[in-house]
C-alpha cells in the first residue's frame, strides 16, 4: 500500500511538472525570440540564440515612443482606479444600507452590467463621446472604462464587503451627531483597506489591458497607449516577431513589476473576501 502511494505521488508530481512546463513554454518562447534576428527566430523557434540581439529592445523602445505611451497608461489607469474606489464605494454603501426597494433595483441593474459585454453599446457609446467632445482625449476613454466597463464588479464586490461591517458603529457616530457623509468616509472607508486593495489592484489590470477602448477612441498617434504601439507592428501579411515581441515584453513590463510589487496585497484581498465576502 505504501508502495501504491509513493507512485501515485510520483505520477501526480510528474504531471504537475508536465502541465507547469506546458505553462512555462509560450513564455519562454516569447522571452528567447526577443533576442534573435528575424532568421534565427524562422529557422529554430525554440533554440537560443547565438549571439543575444539587445538591439531589439532599443528599436523597440524607440519605434514605440515608449516614454509617451507609457504616461499614456499610466494617466488613463490612475485616473481611473482613483474615481472608480471613490465612486464605487459610495455606490455600494448607499446601496447595503439603504432599506428603500429603488435601491435595491439600482443594484440589480448594475448587476446586469457584469452580464452582458459593453461591446454591444459601442455605437451609442462613440456618439455620446463625440457629443461632448472627448473624442481623441484621455477623459473619454477614463469615462468609458470607468462607468461603461468596471463599476458593477467594483461596487459587487464593496457592498459584500460593506455588509460585513457592524452597523452598531454607525448607530454610534448617529448619536455622536455625525451626519451620513461623515461617517463614511470618518468610520467606514477606513475599515475597507482589505477590499479597496483588491478593487485598485483588479481594476487597475483591467483598465491597463484594455485594448478596444483606446483603439476606438484615441485616433490620435501622440494619445496611445502601449498596447496601440504594440499593434502597429502587426502587419496585414505578416509580422516581424523579433520587433514584435520585445514590444509586448515592454508593454507588460509595468505591469508585472506592479503585480510583484502588491501580490502580498493581492493575497490579502483574497484572503479577506473569501472570510468576510
Keep these: 500500500m505504501i508502495t501504491s502511494k509513493r507512485l501515485r505521488n510520483t505520477s501526480l508530481n510528474l504531471l504537475y511538472a508536465i502541465i507547469g512546463a506546458g505553462m512555462l513554454l509560450p513564455i519562454y518562447y516569447l522571452i528567447v525570440t526577443t533576442f534573435k534576428t528575424p532568421t534565427e527566430a524562422a ?12 538591439e531589439n529592445y532599443i528599436n523597440a523602445f524607440n519605434a514605440m515612443n515608449y516614454p509617451r505611451a507609457l504616461l499614456n497608461n499610466v494617466l488613463i489607469t490612475g485616473c481611473a482606479v482613483i474615481v472608480l474606489i471613490l465612486i464605487s464605494s459610495m455606490a455600494a454603501y448607499v446601496i447595503a444600507r439603504s432599506k428603500k426597494r429603488i435601491y ?8 446586469v452590467g457584469l452580464i452582458i459585454p459593453f461591446q454591444i453599446a459601442i455605437i451609442p457609446l462613440y456618439k455620446i463621446i463625440s457629443g461632448l467632445h472627448l473624442m481623441n482625449t484621455l477623459p ?26 457592524p452597523i452598531e458603529l454607525e448607530e454610534a457616530a448617529a448619536i455622536d451627531g455625525y451626519g451620513t457623509f461623515r461617517t463614511f468616509w470618518s468610520i467606514i472607508f477606513p475599515l475597507l483597506k482589505p477590499i479597496v486593495s483588491t478593487v485598485a489592484i483588479l481594476d487597475a489590470l483591467a483598465v ?16 496611445a497607449v502601449l498596447l496601440q504601439e504594440v499593434y502597429k507592428n502587426v502587419g496585414p501579411f505578416s509580422t516581424n516577431w523579433t520587433a514584435f515581441f520585445p514590444m509586448l515584453v515592454l508593454a507588460t513590463l509595468p505591469l508585472v513589476i506592479f503585480y510583484l510589487i502588491m501580490q502580498r496585497s493581492i493575497i490579502e484581498g483574497v484572503v479577506a473576501g473569501s472570510v468576510k465576502g
Excluded: A, E, H, Y
Aim: overall charge positive.
Design 43 to 54: 529557422s529554430s523557434p525554440l533554440g537560443l540564440p547565438k549571439q543575444f540581439m539587445f
Design 104 to 111: 435595491k433595483w439600482m443594484f440589480s441593474v448594475f448587476m
Design 140 to 165: 473619454g476613454v477614463i469615462l468609458i472604462d470607468v462607468f461603461c466597463i468596471n463599476l458593477p464588479l467594483s461596487i459587487f464586490l464593496f457592498r459584500g464587503f460593506i455588509n460585513t461591517v
Design 208 to 223: 491597463w489591458n484594455d485594448f478596444l477602448t483606446p483603439l476606438l477612441f484615441l485616433q490620435d498617434p501622440s494619445k
